[in-house]
């Protein structure tokens, strides 16, 4: 009797354990991708919700949750964008971009972003960075819609541009 109840305290102690770090991956996906339709570019990034909700709630100094959408949430969340992603023009001057309102669900937050550009240009993506160093954006891009995923690009602290063909 003690053995099983030992074990049962021992399965429940290590499931807290596990949990105590909700996921020990720090990734944010994001896919860029080119609209034939209206000739824009478009970022639709995917950042866990707990990560981002962190990221903004220390920058502010106070908690911030996106669970309720209002003005508010969404000029702190674009701010914070607009500090961490810049798209450049290969003379280094910026593209100005719009940001849609976010899509909230309680396990992440999707960001889409729009511009219009023609030409090459570099991406630099910073998000997260100042609160895991060992964060990754991932992208996936696709540039012509018929014929899948053009180029793959990873940013990383201190590695955190690429150019877009």
Known sequence: MKKYVSTILFTIIG????????HPLHISSAELFLSEANNKWYIKKNVFTE???????KINNESIKLDSKNDKNQTILENYINSKIKILKKNGKEINFNIQPYFYSPESVDIIIEFKYSRRFDIIDDFLFEIF???KNIYAIRKY?????????????????FTVF
């Open 15 to 22: 499931f807290f354990f596990l949990c105590a770090n909700r």
């Open 51 to 57: 990560d981002i909700e962190l990221a903004l709630s």
């Open 133 to 135: 160093s060992d964060h």
């Open 145 to 161: 819609a018929d014929k899948g995923f053009s180029q793959h690009e990873l940013t990383r602290l201190n590695s955190s541009i």
